[in-house]
């Protein structure tokens, strides 16, 4: 085989591994997790290209290891572990995988806004602690309405407005902020737009749907959370970075808000000492809000696709940085 690939995770879909087979000679990290730097660093080496996630750093000492590398493939949306410069100045092809998580990420949304405001994770402890004693009491866990509330989405690209569809299911009033307002999206799905600050104000559940960039980092801190109301309720399912996770603390405790559903969080895995794992108001999941196995297999088969695709020096559809793609190899050239 002309090319090798290295895959970091084991559990990637055969489906998807075959697709690089037909091209590439892959080698498959064969301990569980993600490899160690070390290993990584030795692993990257010999490689053509390299099928990754968003547990490897991917950044300039890396690339350098990796001195044939052509194309670095992540099987994730989120590409901030790969330094995107560093790839496009080495001509290495990066590429992510929009679109195919897309439902499977609003519908980890919704349940993270239905199960932290009718308390269903608390509730389903409680029963299973023996602490339910009286048949029905009118007031025992009482939560709050999702339907006909005003749900303000933070970052309106294909999953804020797929929250938003599944929104209008529930009566909800849809309001928006992202820094590029498109009124063709407002239109077509009913969907108001407004100042962060607006958002922030008249929301009953606050989702936070944009990638995690210089910009964005911490762009929900103390000031905005201040803002919310007193009953809301703040969903992430981006990236911990976008919220200031010690003032989300904070608030939290001071009953700044009502509650939050996290997926992700600032430090991954969630450290054990982390006073979010002690909160009744507040519904936590280990990153998995595309963890369908529709979306996670559609994921690994883009992403190798992609992959294939800049091998073989075709433009692979999802390629992140433009400049790094030189066209096909002209085959009559000596170079
Ligand atoms: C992504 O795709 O970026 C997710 O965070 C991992 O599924």
């Known amino acids: ?59 300039a000492q890396l690339m350098d290891a990796g001195k044939k590398l052509k194309v670095v493939a992540s099987m994730s949306v989120g590409f901030d572990h790969i330094d995107q410069a560093a790839a496009t100045a080495r001509s290495i092809m990066t590429t992510n995988t929009p679109g195919v998580l897309t439902e499977a990420v609003a519908d980890e949304t919704l349940a993270l806004m239905l199960d932290v405001s009718r308390r269903i994770a608390e509730a389903d402890k409680y029963v299973r602690a023996g602490k339910w004693k009286i048949k029905w009491t009118p007031m025992l866990m009482v939560g709050r309405d999702v339907y006909g509330k005003t749900l303000g989405i933070y970052g309106l690209g294909r ?36 100042s962060k600050e607006e958002v922030l104000r008249e929301s009953d559940f606050f989702s936070v749907h944009v990638p995690l960039l210089p910009e964005t980092r911490n762009s929900i801190g103390a000031k905005e959370l201040a803002m919310m109301k007193r009953t809301a309720f703040l969903i992430n399912t981006a990236r911990g970075g976008v919220v200031d996770e010690k ?56 992403a190798a696709k992609n992959l294939v695709a800049a091998l073989q020096g075709e433009l692979p559809t999802n390629l992140l940085n433009k400049d790094s793609y030189r066209g096909k190899p002209n085959p009559a050239s000596k170079s």
Do not use: W
């Not at 599944?166 to 077509?188: H, P, T």
């Open 1 to 59: 085989m002309a090319f090798h690939v290295y895959v970091t995770s084991n559990e990637v879909p055969e489906e998807a591994l075959d697709i690089v087979r037909q091209v590439a000679e892959v080698k498959v990290n064969d301990s569980d997790g993600t490899p160690s730097r070390e290993v990584l660093l030795r692993e990257v080496v010999d490689v053509d290209g390299l099928f990754c996630n968003i547990n490897e750093k991917i950044d």
């Open 159 to 194: 999953i804020g407005v797929a929250v938003a569809n599944r929104a209008r299911g529930f009566n909800m009033k849809v309001i928006y902020y992202d820094v590029f307002r498109n009124q063709e999206l407002e239109k077509k799905h009913g969907i108001e737009f407004k």
């Open 247 to 302: 003032a989300l603390i904070e608030a939290l405790q001071a009953g700044t808000i009502a509650g939050a559903g996290l997926d992700v969080f600032e430090k991954e895995p969630i450290e054990i000492d982390n006073p979010l794992l002690k909160m009744d108001n507040v519904v936590l999941a280990p990153h998995l809000a595309s963890g369908s196995i529709e979306s996670r297999t559609a994921m690994a088969v883009l």
